[in-house]
């Protein structure tokens, strides 16, 4: 779908490796802050990343979720706002 503009023809990435790793890292963190019509996007811009790369080339994700959403259960149940302790 969109991943011509994230990858050339061979499907290297057109982003530096540091920019790409960057992105997967902060996305889904980002996405719990932001409100929710921009959590949908942020959603889609994952889910699009994800059919690419994962497993092979984002196998950090399903830690980075699992690690963002408990962190999200606990200031919701507990109100912790020490996100960083967390993720």
């Known amino acids: ?3 011509f503009l994230l990858q050339d023809e061979e499907g ?11 992105v997967k890292r902060d996305l889904v963190g980002l996405m719990i802050t932001v409100p929710p019509a921009l959590q949908v996007q942020l959603g889609e811009a ?4 994800a059919e690419s790369d994962f ?3 984002w196998d950090t994700l399903i ?6 959403h408990s ?3 606990r200031i919701k149940t507990y ?3 020490k996100l960083g302790s967390c993720v």
């Open 46 to 49: 994952i889910s699009i990343i």
């Open 12 to 22: 290297r990435y057109k982003m530096t490796e540091s920019e790409v790793v960057a």
């Open 55 to 57: 497993w092979q080339r």
């Open 71 to 73: 962190a999200l259960l």
């Open 1 to 3: 779908m969109l991943n």
């Open 63 to 68: 830690d980075v979720w699992f690690l963002t």
């Open 79 to 81: 109100g912790d706002t």
